[in-house]
Nanobody, 116 residues
Framework: QVQVVESGGGSVQPGGSLRLSCAAS????????MGWYRQAPGKERELVAS???????IYTESAKDRFTISRDNAKNTMYLQMNSLKPEDTAVYYC??????????WGKGTLVTVSS
């Protein structure tokens, strides 16, 4: 099994920045992809960005040019650096870890609020 725990959410003004962290533990050797998802009030959960064990990154249109996904394998931690935040970025951000067994694990989420 894999456990993932998010941190780093909070409240920020439009144009501000936040860095989210996702710490993985357990059978981390089996993780082949990790991603950040978000769910805004009244909306479905959506992918923000993902990164494979080989370092290949994917960004959705909403995250491109503003967000940067990265991972520190030595710390078993994934990050999401979010810059130029907008009110529409307000959501609960979830970490997801996908394994070679085809199982995905979710964290409990961290709330990001962008408001003036």
């Amino acid at each position: 099994q894999v456990q993932v725990v998010e941190s780093g959410g909070g409240s920020v003004q439009p144009g501000g920045s936040l860095r989210l962290s996702c710490a993985a533990s357990g059978s981390i050797f089996s993780i082949n992809v990790m991603g950040w998802y978000r769910q805004a009030p009244g909306k479905e959960r959506e992918l923000v960005a993902s990164i494979t064990s080989g370092g290949q990154k994917i960004y959705t249109e909403s995250a491109k040019d503003r967000f940067t996904i990265s991972r520190d394998n030595a710390k078993n931690t994934m990050y999401l650096q979010m810059n130029s935040l907008k009110p529409e970025d307000t959501a609960v951000y979830y970490c997801n870890a996908g394994t070679t067994f085809g199982i995905h694990y979710w964290g409990k989420g961290t709330l990001v609020t962008v408001s003036s």
